[in-house]
């Protein structure tokens, strides 16, 4: 009993090697004949070729499914405040020598931050900003210049902070942008670009009544500070009230204040 699965081919060429005393070997064409001619085989190794190169390709679709489903999941992990998780997770990712997504050193450095690692997650956040490339105002780049600059803020470096900030154009720049540069201003001694930041945050949301104070201090008139409330916010006597309040509570006016 044969053990191949092509018993005729299997029968044919031991036939011939026990022939008599002939020394004559079937020719390459003879053998291609048998499994079907020459063009045939042409095609089934064109087949097989194309096989590879798609199951190479196939391989990569696969890879990159996978990566996007992880991040996904690590994305979670750090919802769900599991940061730990999803450092380690994505630090197998980022290791790989594949194309990275910035979404990955994104998330990432969210996972860092969380863990009060803020040297680390500034890297991985200015790593994403430079993959990112495009304008600087865009929303991403916007966002994450603000992580980067938090990072520089935890770490108690404000001159790196102010200096992030500063390169996110002015019109660009949200409330909160605009109340950090005021604060930073405002502790290196440039007084009006504090003013001018803080307006800005008042004037953008009227409610962010934190602007207040600093702007009282800085020197801004009473009157002034209301007129920009009203501009914006319209005539809410509660909220004018309120701003007031605070005005004098910044210049040390308590009876008024009351």
Known sequence: VSLFPFPTISSGVTGEASGAGSSKQRSP????????????????????VAGKGGGESESGANAMDTKSQVLLQCQSLNAQGLHASAVTLLSF????????????????????????????????????????????????????RWKMAECHRCDDDPSLQLYVLTAIPPASRTPAVNMALGGLHQRFGSHMDAINCFRQALSASPLAIEAVEPLAQLGEKEQDILNLVGKSA???RWLLSLVSARVQQAVCDHKSAA
Do not use: C
């Not at 860092?112 to 890297?123: I, N, P, T, V």
């Open 234 to 236: 319209g005539n809410q």
């Open 29 to 48: 064409v003879k053998r291609r004949r048998d499994f079907g001619g020459s063009g045939s085989t042409s095609s089934a190794q064109g087949v097989g």
């Open 93 to 144: 990712l980022l290791a790989s020598p594949d194309p990275q997504d910035p979404q990955m050193f994104m998330a990432y450095g969210d996972g860092l931050f969380s863990m009060h690692e803020w040297k680390r997650a500034e890297a991985a956040f200015r790593s994403a900003l430079e993959m990112l490339g495009g304008a600087p105002e865009a929303a991403e780049a916007i966002e994450l």
